[in-house]
């Protein structure tokens, strides 16, 4: 509920977001992740995504991520 209530203020502002999800593969006791990009087609445009490995796969100490998102703000960041 709390993550529909910010991604509306999000998209009524025109506010980016950038959802760092390092720990997605990390939950306990029945506790599933929720991405606020899956929350509505609206809000996966609006929505960068940042991830990577070494969290999920115990690779501390490697720097290996990806960032995924709307093509056009994709391509701005490259």
Not at 8 to 24: A, G, N, P, T
Not at 35 to 44: G, M, N, R, V
């Amino acid at each position: 509920e709390e993550l529909v209530e910010l991604g509306k203020v999000c998209l009524e502002q025109d506010i980016l977001i950038v959802s760092d999800e390092i720990y997605e593969k990390l939950v306990y006791e029945g506790s599933k992740h929720v991405s606020i990009a899956q929350l509505s087609p609206e809000l996966k445009e609006q929505t960068i995504i940042i991830n990577g490995v070494s969290k999920s796969h115990s690779m501390t100490g490697w720097r290996i991520g990806y960032a995924a998102g709307n093509d056009k703000i994709i391509k701005a960041m490259t």
